[in-house]
């Protein structure tokens, strides 16, 4: 199950980004498992990362290698396991890991940043991992973008990637990204695993702010199932080689121009994890308006978005709205006045001044709940802040999915 | 489905307390749905109440008639519908409801008390409803508990109440209660609905304090789907039929065995609700040890309980200690040291030191999770507060019940 359309049109190569892809055999044979990125000398990296306390082995030491200023010329991932929840034994294959390709490379261990992703708690398996290196490095090429979004998938039904284009000074420049994710989905700081490209030249402190703005409005706008991962990470990577002056500044029009293409390449992959939901059949956005805060918009957003009866009334296209305005009611709004608030699904209004709007027919809050994508909207009469997050419905393939992972 | 067994033993009359059931119609023919509570004269009533912001309209009224200080005579509970997000017409039929009882009983209207559960949003049908008093006046009897744990049931495959005695000086003081509630249950003051009643003598102040520390270890230790009700309310009735001396204080002996056996038939009930939440093939208490504060065990305790990873595992009977160990990890503690945590599935220890257990085997962990009833058990090492929250699995048949409910 999936909502909407899939990957759509070609994933630009990016000037300076070789990427290779390989069936390692890490979990299962014959499948894309083993995918490294190679950047151009002189590029910039930058990178978001879980929240969660329990962060996975490639995730301290990513951020290690990103620390140490050696500059990144790889990026490797896996899928199949997600070297989580698995102690020194875990940091050390996760070293070892980009030990290896930096060998084969000619680079030191701390240009080399690792990502896992798969079953938690389990070792890395380290010869069928690095008996793949070199199968993926034999494959390096500009143009492996949508092999790179299969070799990173796991329970994902389809790739996710986007590309996007802007003229700048007369130079085109490209943005493509990819990412994955489908379960285990409420990102604080980053999906699963995102990973973006861009040839415009800047530098790391700029680009790790460029970064993470645009993922406060994209990555960090959604939610499945509530659970934060282990293993999130989304890397921005700049190799510079488009033909214009670097940026200086967040000022720098090019700076504005990048940071917008960005989001808006972000954004489309954060909607493509959604879409891809685990047993998804809805395409949610919930919008808060009149909030006093962006902290209290989202708490209402979000306790809405994480309400199971909400979510299963999406899945029977049931315009319940009884279960919305008790998600409102619950969501830790300090004298929050209930006759204050409107709700909408699309642009019928379903409850007004805290109770059923006097228009309201069940047949035309039922039709909006038939469509795959819909809008639930809420306005609180409190303040000029407004947000939103996406999600999805909550049905019986999401249960089939997570009960027999493992199994 | 439901986990363990149903209602064991008889529910044994509270001096003081009868009770009339009736099949009124309100949503469908032939089924109890009006309750009425009679209280002899000089009884106490108590009651806590929901936190969520959108309260029904009754709960806003037995608040009010609580209040007013008015010894309160009849409670009238209704089925089928929970007149929550009906505006001032709302409350006008629930303050209608307690006249048209009053009337009928030589009574003022604030001595009633009103309750509603059902669906949400529709206005009360008070012909019918008014229709049904006097049906359900004409059965009151002390002998009517079992009738009336049936007359508030909604989506409960199963009525719930407990009984207890104890010996006070020489007299026997009861303590029978009931309770319904299925889904939409975290209760964040109280269930859905709960009543319990004792012939004790306990003055109105000190019967309030009593039940509110009653259901802080009770009621408020539980979750199904972790949405908290419009309508959630617990009352705790005193009859002072008992040959005791009144209760004086909190350091009286009655109080404290009062409380004692008070909290015993709170949690039966709450247990009772969890055993039988939409869907439950699993009835599961989350125990976090070692915490530095309630607030941190149970926030723990509830990321866990209300985990759908974690859900979806225990209904597969997968012990996937990674999905434990995420929730763990997400739920907000400042400096949690990972390496200090460890877990238990029942006397399995999983996770130690913040990775898998040494001795572990997957067999050991399954055959936890193959059984109907566990315990979750995470240690953190960082003080001396322990708590515990119950909740269950989420299955195929949790979205069926939700996808459909008003279909």
Redesign the interface.
Known sequence: MAVGEALQGPLLPVPGVTIGVACAGIKKPNRRDLVVFQLTEGSSVAGVFT?????AAPVVVAREHLASGEPIRCLVINTGN?N????EQ?LADARETCARLAALRHLETEQVLPFSTG???EYLPMETLANGLPNALATLMADNWSDAAHGIMTTDTRPKGCSRQFEFEGETITVTGIAKGS??IKP?MATMLGFVATDAPVPQALLQSLLSEANEASFNRITI??????NDACMLMATGRADVKPVTSAEDPLYRHLLKTVREVMLDLAHALVRDGEGATKFVKVAVEQAASTEEALAVAYTIA????VK??L??S?A????I??????SG?KD?D??AVNIWLDDVQI?E????ASGYTEAAGAAVCAQEELTIRVSLSRGEVSDRVWTTD???E???I??????
Do not use: P
């Not at 989580?84 to 102690?87: E, M, N, S």
């Not at 319940?320 to 279960?323: A, K, P």
């Not at 001044?353 to 059923?356: D, F, H, K, S």
């Not at 997570?402 to 199994?407: G, I, K, M």
């Open positions: 929240t969660n306390a329990f962060c997600a989580a929840g698995t102690g875990g079953v938690i708690g379960g285990m604080n199932d509530s659970d934060t991962s282990t994480h309400s199971l009866l299963t009334a899945t029977a049931d319940n709205w009884g279960r305005l008790a998600a409102v009611g619950r709004l929050l209930v006759d409850v001044n805290g109770q059923r909550l049905s019986y999401y249960i089939r997570n009960a027999e992972y493992r199994t």
